[in-house]
């Protein structure tokens, strides 16, 4: 590649969350690194990569924390929703339960994420659709009812991956780059780790640019 | 092999109780064959405390079955294959290959049932698999193997397979107090980094580094030492790490996500790196054992002699600064929890228990001592009151 990775004008701090087992990991995977593992291993805690992607110009990181989905380990993959602007909230759409599900991850994000973060639904493995236990339309009105962007996805096949990280992406983009306009002047810093000041800093601002530029 | 560790000798230990021994080689230099292995676990692990009443249960589902379920069908992938060569694998050898993965999947599976269906309180968690995984790689009797992961259940992991995780963000939070006493600096730059909590590690304390490596000699290797030590021994192997990786720390900026990731994926790196970044250098003068087995056998696997270095290394810490040490700071850190100083320490256990008594009696003595104090104050109040209303 001929820039750097290093290099980024606005950093996004995504999470993936929803049920154990719906496939976070290999959408990560799929859109980070173009691959899918079929022995891939559950996740434990949580793991992060990053991609970057161009918006109008612009560098935008994406850098995206994938959590392990047994309920037991909201203790700690709760602490990772503070500070961010996105969520892609996945279910299984050959498992209903992990459908009938969202609604106790919509709270668990109202209870511990920024109140304006913005939430996409993902319902994953389109590649069964013989095995679907949740209809299209379904969880459109269910999506709509919530305010929710909604997509279909096959991290196997990589139908649709890369389109639905960009959608919210570029959803993330448009806020933020109309917030950066009413805030003009003032020295926006990254949202990073950072819970004391996460509040202060809504959206990922203009991060600084890394100060070796790599190659040029 | 041309050790004197065989067999026999350690059969004839372990038939003598000689722990104390057994759990000398365990530390040192492990029991470096699966036929050892096989002699030697299943005693080292019983010796953490009874289990009551185990029963052997075929085709047993539990509240976790489904969990279960989920996780073994995503376990024992590294027993067949790496995760490279599973990758360049072909469609047709990897069908093969699957069938057979599939087979110890389900054995997998029935030992996790019947471990979490014994109707005591023990919960399972994401990550139990791979150290069940790693027992079964071993102790090949699917009821052997079950009981004795429902005693590393009940015993040596009895903090993290309570209802919640929250006893193990507790006890991770023991590397960094470790830490602070080694390395000021370190903590320092982790700390500007807001990496208030070491959840990096808590992959390696939930499995014993099970879940982080490939190289299955060098996880069991892990557990010859771990089944042999105690129970926070674990945490210690997760501060030496970070320790052991200082310069890697120090050299990134003080960055949340730049320094998790690269703690968090430290030893899938080591493991799988193929040139020795680790200079030989290094391990030879930082391990005994090492030194004088290169010797005898040329120089170590690579990364066989980066675990064995991290063990060294965690058991000086352990020498140097024992849990026992820690009570202070575990009464105020885990007032809760006072299993932290289980079977090793039982005297301390003791002295914390009655500590913290003596400390309730003195609150208590001050509370109704301040009750009977105000008390006085108000009857002697009203009582002058009194007596000044009745003089006018």
Request: charged share 25%; net charge negative; with cysteine.
């Given at each position: 590649?001929?820039e750097s990775e290093e290099?980024y004008?606005?950093?996004?701090?995504?999470?993936l969350?929803g049920d154990s087992g719906?496939?976070?990991s290999?959408?990560?995977?799929?859109?980070?690194?173009?691959?899918?593992?079929?022995e891939?291993?559950?996740t434990?805690?949580?793991?992060?990569?990053t991609r970057n992607?161009?918006?109008?110009?612009k560098?935008?990181?994406?850098?995206?924390?994938d959590?392990?989905?047994q309920?037991?380990?909201?203790?700690?993959?709760?602490?990772y929703?503070?500070g961010?602007?996105?969520?892609?909230?996945?279910f299984?759409?050959t498992k209903r339960?992990t459908?009938?599900?969202v609604?106790?991850?919509?709270k668990e994000?109202?209870?511990?994420a920024d109140p304006?973060?913005?939430?996409?639904?993902?319902?994953?493995?389109?590649?069964?659709p013989?095995?679907?236990?949740?209809?299209?339309?379904?969880?459109q009105?269910k999506?709509?009812e919530?305010?929710?962007?909604?997509?279909e996805t096959?991290?196997?096949?990589?139908?649709?991956?890369e389109?639905s990280?960009?959608e919210?992406v570029?959803?993330?983009?448009?806020?933020?780059?109309?917030?950066?306009?009413?805030v003009a002047?003032s020295?926006?810093?990254?949202t990073?780790?950072?819970p004391d000041?996460?509040?202060?800093?809504?959206l990922?601002g203009p991060?600084?640019?890394?100060?070796?530029?790599?190659?040029? | 092999?041309?050790s004197?560790l065989?067999?026999?000798r350690?059969?004839k230990?372990?038939?003598n109780?000689?722990?104390?021994?057994?759990?000398?080689?365990?530390q040192e230099?492990?029991?470096?064959d699966a036929?050892i292995?096989?002699?030697?676990w299943?005693?080292?692990i019983?010796?953490?405390?009874?289990?009551?009443?185990f029963e052997?249960?075929?085709n047993?589902t539990s509240?976790?079955s489904e969990?279960?379920?989920?996780d073994?069908k995503?376990?024992c992938?590294?027993?067949f294959?790496?995760?490279?060569?599973w990758?360049?694998?072909?469609e047709?050898?990897?069908a093969k290959?699957?069938?057979?993965?599939?087979?110890m999947?389900n054995k997998?599976n029935?030992?996790?049932?019947?471990?979490?269906?014994?109707?005591?309180?023990?919960?399972?968690?994401?990550?139990?698999?791979d150290?069940?995984n790693?027992v079964?790689s071993?102790i090949?009797?699917?009821s052997e193997?079950?009981?004795?992961?429902?005693?590393?259940?009940a015993?040596?992991?009895?903090l993290?397979?309570t209802?919640?995780?929250?006893p193990?963000?507790d006890?991770l939070?023991?590397?960094f107090?470790?830490?602070?006493?080694n390395?000021?600096k370190?903590?320092?730059?982790l700390t500007?980094?807001?990496?208030?909590?070491?959840?990096?590690?808590?992959?390696?304390v939930?499995?014993?580094?099970a879940?982080?490596i490939?190289?299955?000699?060098?996880?069991?290797?892990m557990f010859d030492?771990?089944?042999?030590?105690?129970?926070?021994?674990?945490?210690y192997?997760?501060?030496?790490?970070?320790?052991?990786?200082?310069?890697?720390?120090?050299?990134?900026?003080?960055?949340y996500?730049?320094?998790?990731?690269?703690l968090?994926?430290i030893?899938?790196?080591?493991?799988?790196?193929?040139?020795q970044e680790?200079?030989?250098?290094?391990?030879?003068a930082t391990?005994?054992?090492?030194a004088?087995?290169?010797k005898?056998?040329?120089?170590?696997?690579h990364f066989l002699?980066?675990v064995?270095?991290?063990?060294?290394?965690?058991t000086?810490?352990?020498?140097?600064?024992?849990?026992?040490?820690?009570?202070?700071?575990?009464?105020?850190?885990f007032?809760?929890?006072?299993i932290l100083?289980?079977?090793f320490?039982?005297?301390?256990?003791?002295?914390?228990?009655?500590?913290r008594?003596?400390?309730?009696?003195l609150?208590?003595?001050v509370?109704?001592?301040?009750i009977?104090?105000l008390?006085?104050?108000?009857?002697?109040?009203?009582?002058?009151?009194?007596?000044?209303?009745?003089?006018t």
């Amino acid at each position: 590649m001929a820039e750097s990775e290093e290099y980024y004008d606005y950093l996004f701090k995504l999470v993936l969350i929803g049920d154990s087992g719906v496939g976070k990991s290999n959408l990560l995977s799929r859109f980070t690194r173009n691959e899918f593992l079929y022995e891939s291993k559950s996740t434990i805690g949580v793991e992060f990569a990053t991609r970057n992607l161009k918006m109008e110009g612009k560098t935008v990181k994406a850098q995206i924390w994938d959590t392990a989905g047994q309920e037991r380990y909201r203790a700690i993959t709760s602490a990772y929703y503070r500070g961010a602007v996105g969520a892609l909230l996945v279910f299984d759409i050959t498992k209903r339960a992990t459908y009938d599900n969202v609604d106790r991850w919509l709270k668990e994000l109202r209870e511990h994420a920024d109140p304006d973060i913005a939430i996409m639904l993902v319902g994953n493995k389109t590649d069964q659709p013989h095995l679907r236990g949740v209809s299209t339309a379904e969880a459109q009105q269910k999506a709509r009812e919530a305010k929710l962007s909604y997509f279909e996805t096959s991290a196997l096949s990589g139908d649709n991956v890369e389109a639905s990280f960009t959608e919210l992406v570029k959803e993330i983009y448009s806020i933020a780059s109309r917030a950066q306009i009413d805030v003009a002047g003032s020295s926006w810093v990254p949202t990073q780790f950072r819970p004391d000041h996460a509040e202060s800093v809504p959206l990922g601002g203009p991060a600084k640019p890394a100060s070796n530029g790599g190659c040029c | 092999m041309g050790s004197s560790l065989n067999a026999e000798r350690i059969k004839k230990l372990v038939d003598n109780c000689k722990l104390d021994e057994l759990r000398r080689i365990g530390q040192e230099t492990g029991f470096q064959d699966a036929r050892i292995r096989r002699i030697a676990w299943p005693y080292l692990i019983r010796s953490f405390g009874d289990v009551k009443n185990f029963e052997i249960k075929e085709n047993t589902t539990s509240s976790f079955s489904e969990q279960i379920a989920l996780d073994t069908k995503r376990s024992c992938f590294k027993y067949f294959a790496s995760e490279k060569a599973w990758d360049e694998m072909s469609e047709e050898s990897r069908a093969k290959a699957h069938s057979k993965v599939e087979e110890m999947q389900n054995k997998l599976n029935r030992v996790l049932n019947m471990v979490f269906s014994q109707g005591s309180s023990l919960h399972y968690y994401q990550g139990f698999n791979d150290l069940a995984n790693t027992v079964m790689s071993v102790i090949t009797d699917e009821s052997e193997c079950a009981q004795l992961c429902h005693h590393l259940a009940a015993n040596q992991f009895s903090l993290c397979t309570t209802p919640s995780l929250a006893p193990v963000t507790d006890e991770l939070s023991l590397i960094f107090h470790i830490l602070g006493f080694n390395e000021q600096k370190l903590l320092d730059h982790l700390t500007k980094a807001n990496l208030n909590d070491p959840f990096f590690a808590v992959g390696w304390v939930l499995t014993w580094f099970a879940h982080d490596i490939d190289n299955t000699e060098a996880i069991a290797r892990m557990f010859d030492f771990m089944v042999c030590s105690h129970p926070l021994a674990a945490v210690y192997a997760a501060t030496v790490v970070v320790l052991v990786e200082r310069d890697g720390v120090l050299a990134r900026e003080a960055d949340y996500a730049e320094i998790y990731s690269f703690l968090r994926s430290i030893m899938t790196e080591r493991d799988h790196e193929r040139e020795q970044e680790w200079s030989k250098e290094v391990l030879r003068a930082t391990s005994k054992v090492i030194a004088q087995k290169e010797k005898a056998m040329g120089p170590p696997p690579h990364f066989l002699g980066y675990v064995q270095m991290i063990l060294e290394q965690t058991t000086a810490l352990l020498k140097r600064m024992p849990p026992a040490s820690f009570h202070t700071c575990t009464d105020v850190l885990f007032p809760k929890y006072p299993i932290l100083c289980t079977s090793f320490d039982e005297e301390h256990l003791a002295k914390a228990v009655a500590r913290r008594e003596r400390r309730r009696e003195l609150t208590r003595t001050v509370v109704v001592g301040g009750i009977l104090g105000l008390a006085v104050v108000v009857v002697v109040a009203v009582a002058s009151q009194g007596r000044a209303e009745g003089y006018t």
